[in-house]
T-cell receptor, first 116, second 113 residues
Framework: AQKVTQAQTEISVVEKEDVTLDCVYE???????LFWYKQPPSGELVFLIR??????QNEISGRYSWNFQKSTSSFNFTITASQVVDSAVYFC?????????????FGKGITLSVRP | DVKVTQSSRYLVKRTGEKVFLECVQD?????MFWYRQDPGLGLRLIYF???????EKGDIPEGYSVSREKKERFSLILESASTNQTSMYLCATTFGGRAYEQYFGPGTRLTVT
């Protein structure tokens, strides 16, 4: 069975600090996809990024960056110069084949609070 | 933009009542999912459907059933609501296949008293 571990449960930082959210996964698949989602206080999960298992290039999007390392089965997310609007719950997820289809396995989420 | 709507944001029901939660999507997605979200437990998959009238159990299907009569609509049914089903319920959709991200609705916070 696949598993996603987000060991950090709550993180609190002051605005403009950098923060890294950790994600470690387990899978027997050789081809898989990893995702990060953001859930702001409004409740709706928002897709942030997808990464496939063959692409280990780091990704940067504005203040967000992702570090994917197959050797350590990790897919960590860094927010640079955090802002109050980054306060949310962040989920890491791993795709899993189920019969002819697929489903996501989610980590338990990390609650990030950014204080002004 | 993909639009996923859920019938209610907040719902209060009594123990033993039959509860229907509805999810509608407008993007012709094949796969639809129902999750429940509880503090400290993350998102857990209840049921999913990959085609009309097709369904597959997720990780915690006990106490729930689903219905998908039309492609755009996926209903979650609590046959006899219990207090341990008090939770946030999230619907999601995707084209299908593991490469695609899921799109989520706003959620329904259900309280069973």
């Amino acid at each position: 069975a696949q598993k996603v571990t987000q060991a950090q449960t709550e993180i609190s930082v002051v605005e403009k600090e950098d923060v890294t959210l950790d994600c470690v996964y387990e899978t027997r698949d050789t081809t898989y996809y990893l995702f990060w989602y953001k859930q702001p206080p409004s409740g709706e999960l928002v897709f942030l990024i997808r990464r496939n298992s063959f692409d280990e290039q780091n990704e940067i999007s504005g203040r967000y960056s992702w570090n994917f390392q197959k050797s350590t089965s990790s897919f960590n997310f860094t927010i640079t110069a955090s802002q109050v609007v980054d306060s949310a719950v962040y989920f890491c997820a791993l795709s899993e084949v189920s019969g002819a289809n697929s489903k996501l396995t989610f980590g338990k989420g990390i609650t990030l609070s950014v204080r002004p | 933009d993909v639009k996923v709507t859920q019938s209610s944001r907040y719902l209060v029901k009594r123990t033993g009542e039959k509860v229907f939660l509805e999810c509608v999507q407008d993007m012709d997605h094949e796969n639809m999912f129902w999750y429940r979200q509880d503090p400290g437990l993350g998102l857990r998959l209840i049921y999913f459907s990959y085609d009309v009238k097709m369904k597959e159990k997720g990780d915690i299907p006990e106490g729930y059933s689903v219905s998908r009569e039309k492609k755009e609509r996926f209903s979650l049914i609590l046959e006899s609501a219990s207090t341990n089903q008090t939770s946030m319920y999230l619907c999601a959709t995707t084209f299908g296949g593991r490469a695609y991200e899921q799109y989520f609705g706003p959620g329904t916070r259900l309280t069973v008293t």
